[in-house]
């Protein structure tokens, strides 16, 4: 069974930083289409950030300038590296992985495989 496994998460104060990684298990991360997505507390689920097979990235506008999505091959991991936290950051956060394209999407049905979810929390 495919398991994408995430860890990273915590608590940090606003203007922090934190790097989230998933490793996934079946298959290498140089592949897919990788994205990160989140979910707050009574909020819907929100594409963060997109990476596709040719290394192109999207970013949702919130998080431009803040957070940056690259994958490792050598060590088969993708990353999230998260600086300049704010507490709207607050949420759970999961990779997802996807067929391979050539155009990154931050649209959840692009993707068959997630993460259980790290949780990431921002005081002010």
């Known amino acids: 069974q495919v398991q994408l496994v995430e860890s990273g998460g915590g608590s940090v104060q606003a203007g922090g930083s934190l790097r989230l990684s998933c490793v996934p298990s079946k298959f290498t991360v140089s592949t897919p289409t990788w994205g990160w997505f989140r979910q707050g507390s009574d909020k819907e689920r929100e594409g963060v950030a997109s990476l596709d097979s040719g290394g192109s990235t999207r970013y949702t506008d919130s998080v431009k300038g803040r957070f940056t999505i690259s994958k490792d091959n050598s060590q088969n991991t993708l990353y999230l590296e998260m600086n300049n936290l704010k507490p709207e950051d607050t949420a759970i956060y999961y990779c997802?992985?996807?067929?391979?394209?050539?155009?990154?999407?931050?649209?959840?049905?692009?993707?068959?495989?997630w993460g259980q979810g790290t949780q990431v929390t921002v005081s002010s």
């Open positions: 997802a992985a996807g067929p391979g394209r050539w155009t990154p999407t931050l649209l959840s049905s692009a993707y068959n495989y």
